[in-house]
């Protein structure tokens, strides 16, 4: 999983390339202006098209916020991260998606609704992570992060009726990448306790139907 130098390095620097309000998002960088809205492959250009870490946090950040209660949206977001993890997974240095999920767009106040929901979480998380444990998120254990990942977002298009629970899913999701992105071990095992939890409930939910 290959980096760009150009790729965000905290939270906040990539809630910065998303947000309307920020300068860096106009027209003159040579992207389409964040005030018309944003693709998700614009999104996903502004963070690197090869930082893997970076693009898993884009949809998975979504999720988090309060537009996961859009319909279709954990769905949407679940299909997205499963294209992006699994070409991860299997090594590609450069990120593809299919057309009907690229051209899926954000409209200026929804951006604007994401970023200002995730400012304070993703300061508080830039503060309190650093390079620790770097064994875990580095090849090849990398890899079993992005396998876990993709357990959970394969159920999100069958729990569309439980928003909180994609958010919180979702959440896991982000904290893996963020790990990714940082290298850090102990936000990874956070990520990994998160996502545990939420597959256990998707089998107690299956287990509890059969």
């Given at each position: 999983?290959?980096?760009?130098?150009?790729?965000?390095?905290?939270?906040?620097?990539?809630?910065?390339?998303?947000?309307?309000?920020?300068?860096?998002?106009?027209?003159?960088?040579?992207?389409?202006?964040?005030?018309?809205?944003?693709?998700?492959?614009?999104?996903?250009?502004?963070?690197?098209?090869?930082?893997?870490?970076?693009?898993?946090?884009?949809p998975s950040l979504i999720l988090v916020s309060p537009l996961s209660i859009i319909p279709l949206m954990p769905t949407i977001g679940g299909l997205i991260i499963l294209t992006i993890s699994a070409q991860a997974f299997f090594g590609r240095d450069h990120l593809w998606l299919p057309r009907f999920l690229a051209t899926r767009r954000l409209n200026e106040a929804q951006l604007k609704r994401a970023v200002a929901y995730l400012r304070g979480p993703?300061?508080?998380?830039?503060?309190?992570?650093?390079?620790?444990?770097?064994?875990?998120?580095?090849?090849?254990?990398?890899?079993?992060?992005?396998?876990?990942?993709?357990?959970v977002a394969v159920t999100w298009p069958f729990l569309e009726l439980l928003p909180m629970f994609t958010s919180v899913s979702a959440g896991g999701v982000a904290l893996v990448a963020f790990s990714l992105m940082v290298r850090d071990g102990y936000v990874l095992i956070a990520g990994y306790a998160v996502l545990g939890l939420s597959l256990s409930v998707v089998f107690a939910l299956i287990s509890g139907i059969f």
């Open positions: 999983m290959t980096a760009q130098e150009v790729a965000p390095r905290s939270l906040t620097s990539l809630l910065d390339t998303l947000d309307p309000d920020d300068p860096s998002t106009g027209a003159d960088n040579g992207n389409r202006d964040a005030h018309d809205g944003l693709t998700i492959q614009a999104m996903l250009d502004r963070v690197g098209a090869r930082s893997f870490g970076a693009a898993l946090l884009v993703a300061a508080w998380l830039d503060r309190n992570s650093r390079d620790r444990l770097r064994f875990l998120s580095a090849p090849p254990m990398d890899r079993l992060a992005v396998l876990a990942v993709m357990m």
